[in-house]
């Protein structure tokens, strides 16, 4: 990628993805970011794949969460301690294994 691309996001809430008691299961921060789906919408016109049928940007704040882990991190979103604007930046690619 080309170097300091910056992505501005938005939080705009806690959920759970994956499959329950799966390695994959977290609790992450969904992001609203149109900086974040131009640059997803970019590379699939470049010809690169997205293992899932939709795009939801998103930071896994935990995998493999306990129980009370999602209300814990909710206390957090609520307070502000958890930052609902937020920037990313220093992109990099790593090869995929297909896991």
Same mark, same amino acid.
């Given at each position: #990628?080309? *170097? ?7 939080? =705009?809430?806690?959920d759970?993805? &994956? /499959? ?6 977290? =609790? ?8 974040l789906?131009?640059?997803? *919408? !970019?590379?699939? *016109?470049?010809g +690169?794949?997205?293992? +899932?049928? %939709? !795009?939801? #940007?998103?930071?896994?704040?935990? +995998?493999?969460? /306990?129980? &009370? %882990?999602?209300?814990? !991190?909710q206390?957090?979103?609520?307070? @502000? /301690? =958890?930052?609902?604007? =937020?920037?990313?930046? %220093?992109? +990099?690619?790593?090869?995929?294994? @297909?896991?």
């Amino acid at each position: #990628p080309e *170097q300091d691309l910056t992505y501005k996001a938005h939080g =705009i809430g806690l959920d759970r993805y &994956g /499959d329950k008691g799966s390695r994959w299961e977290a =609790i992450v921060l969904k992001l609203d970011s149109p900086d974040l789906q131009k640059r997803h *919408q !970019f590379l699939l *016109q470049r010809g +690169y794949r997205h293992s +899932y049928p %939709d !795009f939801k #940007p998103h930071l896994s704040l935990k +995998y493999m969460p /306990d129980e &009370g %882990d999602l209300a814990k !991190f909710q206390a957090l979103w609520d307070s @502000g /301690d =958890i930052p609902h604007n =937020i920037r990313l930046h %220093d992109e +990099y690619w790593e090869e995929c294994d @297909g896991d």
